[in-house]
């Protein structure tokens, strides 16, 4: 079946741009996950989500960042005022619980310049 | 919260021979430790993970040890092949925690040279 899919791939935008990023999680999978990784990292955790509720956001950097899941598939992570240091890529995950494999997507490189 | 460490950052072998990727943790919590296969612009893929009640696991190959009195794990590829050049992450996980999130390690950039 259809894995997890991302888009944009690239989104290029400027700073102080407002930008959506889109995630949609394998079909059934009742958990979410955003991540970001920088060049040369590994990914770092954002926010899971369980159902519609974020169930973990601890790992969102500030207050400029934000995701939902209004009907429990579909994500949006949106970043308000963009900032140079928000260049990266943004991983979504989903799993078929919280205790099971993540799969990830291809995820969505984010230039700001 | 957790801490995984990761070496070596890069590796280089001759198509044929084997490497090994070492990671530790420092949370005794942990218990379930994935390794994620990256290659260029594509997102981690799952290729073998280990939970704590058990010391190795393999699957044609490759392998994985865990040794939880050390808390260090780690992943060893033999008769390596081109197509095995990518990234690699560890990274670990408390499966019996309410939160989500998996640990990564830094990486290790894999060249196996034909």
């Known amino acids: 079946g259809a894995g997890v899919s991302q888009t944009p791939s690239n989104k290029v935008t400027e700073k102080g741009k407002y930008v959506e990023l889109r995630c949609d999680p394998i079909?059934?999978?009742?958990?979410l996950y955003w991540y970001r990784q920088s060049l040369g990292q590994g990914p770092e955790f954002l926010i899971y989500f369980q159902g519609t509720g974020a169930a973990d956001d601890s790992g969102l950097p500030n207050d400029r960042f934000f995701a939902v899941r209004p009907e429990g598939s579909v994500s949006t992570l949106k970043i308000q005022r963009t900032e140079r240091g928000d260049s990266a890529v943004y991983l979504c995950?989903?799993?078929?619980?919280?205790?099971?494999?993540?799969?990830f997507g291809p995820g969505t490189r984010l230039t700001v310049l | 919260g957790e801490n995984v460490e990761q070496h070596p950052s890069t590796l280089s072998v001759q198509e044929g021979d084997s490497a090994v990727i070492k990671c530790t943790y420092s949370d005794s919590a942990s218990n379930y430790f994935p390794w994620y296969k990256q290659e260029l612009g594509k997102g981690p893929q799952l290729i073998i993970d280990?939970?704590?009640?058990?010391g190795e696991k393999k699957d044609q190959r490759i392998a994985v040890t865990l040794n939880k009195t050390a808390k260090h794990f780690s992943l060893h590829i033999t008769e390596t092949q081109p197509e095995d050049s990518a990234v690699y992450f560890c990274?670990?996980?408390?499966?019996?925690?309410?939160?989500?999130?998996?640990?990564f390690g830094r990486g290790t950039q894999l060249t196996v040279w034909p």
């Open positions: 995950a989903s799993s078929f619980s919280r205790s099971n494999e993540q799969f």
């Open positions: 280990i939970r704590s009640n058990v």
């Open positions: 079909s059934g999978h009742t958990a």
């Open positions: 990274a670990a996980y408390d499966r019996g925690s309410t939160l989500g999130r998996l640990y």
